[in-house]
């Protein structure tokens, strides 16, 4: 569970929205109950993320990871992240590192866990 999943810095802007400073509004659930306005230290999961090559918002490929049947690309954020994003493997070519991966926004998560 917690292996693949990165912490990202983000803002509680609402009861149920974060903002991240590269990836935007990020909406869902949340698990724990933070006032608006506070830092949180978001989980975020391989599975979290859905690629979509049509986003204006794309990311270089920073490191690849084949797992059964998905590949796990390491989208660079900075010099210091970088996020998971798990892709079926037959539902995208296979990419290279340094190539661009497109994210669909905005971000939803069912679950929002944050600390």
């Not at 912490?7 to 006032?35: D, M, P, T, Y």
């Not at 539902?91 to 866990?113: A, M």
């Amino acid at each position: 569970f917690f292996n693949k999943g990165v912490f990202l810095e983000a803002k509680v802007i609402s009861g149920n929205q974060l903002r991240h400073n590269i990836l935007g509004i990020i909406k869902g659930k949340f698990v724990n109950n933070f006032k608006k306005g506070s830092k949180v230290k978001l989980l975020i999961q391989p599975e979290d993320i859905t690629h979509d090559n049509t986003s204006k918002l794309k990311l270089i490929i920073c490191d690849r990871k084949f797992r059964g049947t998905n590949f796990i690309y390491y989208l660079k954020l900075n010099a210091n992240e970088a996020i998971p994003v798990s892709v079926q493997s037959h539902n995208c070519e296979p990419c290279n590192i340094n190539d661009e991966l497109g994210i669909k926004l905005p971000i939803f998560i069912n679950h929002l866990v944050f600390f």
